[in-house]
C-alpha cells in the first residue's frame, strides 16, 4: 500500500504505521499540538457490526435516490461546464479512503484547463507552505471558472461523488475524503480518520469547513469515530443542507 501501513482487528482499529507522507516540520507541529489523551482508536465505534453493514445499506439507498433526483441537475450543470470552458466535465482526485486504501473521488470540473493558469499557479504554490494553502484553499485561485465558483460556493461540484458511495468507497456521513499530502496535519489523530469511511457531508462540513484549522478538524473526525451512531449521522444529515445554504467556509 502507498503511504500507509493499517492493521485492524477484532478487538479494534490497531495501528497505523506512516513511512513517507509529505509535509513540512512547521506543518507537524500545527497537527501534533492538539492533545491526544482522551482518544483511544482501538475503542472506536465505527468498529461497530452496525457501522459496517447497517450504514452501508442505507448509504446505498440513500445515494441511489439522490443519483435519480439529481440527474436533471447534474445534466444542467454538465452543459453549463461545457459550455463556459474547455475540458473535461467530470475532475477526478486521488484521495485516502478507510484503512488507507486509496480511491477516485468524483467531482464536477470546477477549473481552467489552460495550461498557463495551471503553471503559473503551481510556481506559486510549490513552496514550504503548499500544504497550508491546500487545507485553507484561497477564494481568488485564478484557476477556478466563473461556473466553477457558483458551484463551489453551493457545493454542487461534489454531486457526483454519489458514484464514489454506490461503490462503497464513501459514505453519506463521515469525515471528508483527503489527499495524502494532508494527511501530516492529522498527527497522532491520523487513525481515527483511516478508521472511517470518508463521507459526503460530516461534522467538518456542518461546523465551518474552510473556517476550521485542521488541529479541530482532526479532532472532529477524531470525535465522530469515537461516539459513532445512526442518530449522529441524522443529525449530521439534518444539518449538512441548513450549512451549505449558509455558505460557511465554501470557498
Not at 496535519?185 to 456542518?206: E, I
Not at 469547513?209 to 445512526?230: F, H
Request: glycine share 8%.
Amino acid at each position: 500500500m502507498n503511504g500507509f501501513d493499517v492493521r485492524s482487528s477484532n478487538e479494534g482499529f490497531a495501528g497505523i504505521e506512516e513511512f513517507g507522507s509529505e509535509g513540512t516540520g512547521a506543518v507537524r507541529d500545527l497537527a501534533s499540538a492538539y492533545p491526544t489523551a482522551n482518544f483511544e482508536p482501538t475503542d472506536a465505534a465505527v468498529d461497530s457490526w452496525r457501522y459496517v453493514y447497517v450504514k452501508r445499506a442505507l448509504d446505498a439507498v440513500a445515494a441511489s435516490l439522490m443519483l435519480v433526483v439529481l440527474a436533471i441537475p447534474g445534466f444542467v450543470i454538465a452543459v453549463a461546464i461545457l459550455a463556459t470552458s474547455s475540458g473535461p466535465v467530470f475532475y477526478r482526485e486521488k484521495r485516502i479512503g478507510r484503512f488507507g486504501r486509496t480511491f477516485k473521488i468524483w467531482k464536477f470540473r470546477s477549473m481552467s484547463c489552460s495550461e498557463s493558469k495551471v503553471s503559473n499557479h503551481r510556481s506559486s504554490v510549490e513552496t514550504d507552505a503548499h500544504l497550508a494553502y491546500r487545507a485553507r484553499k484561497t477564494k481568488h485561485d485564478p484557476r477556478i471558472t466563473s461556473v466553477g465558483r457558483f458551484l463551489r460556493r453551493w457545493s454542487l461540484d461534489e454531486i457526483p461523488q454519489v458514484i464514489n458511495v454506490l461503490h462503497g468507497e464513501m459514505s453519506m456521513i463521515g469525515p471528508r475524503p483527503i489527499v495524502e499530502g494532508e494527511a501530516c496535519f492529522y498527527g497522532d489523530l491520523l487513525p481515527f480518520y483511516l478508521a472511517a469511511t470518508p463521507g459526503l457531508s460530516g461534522l467538518w462540513q456542518v461546523s465551518g469547513r474552510s473556517n476550521i484549522d485542521y488541529p479541530k478538524r482532526a479532532a472532529l473526525d477524531a470525535s465522530y469515530v469515537m461516539d459513532w451512531s445512526l442518530r449522529t449521522d441524522f443529525d449530521i444529515f439534518m444539518q449538512t443542507i441548513p450549512a451549505v445554504l449558509r455558505k460557511t467556509g465554501a470557498c
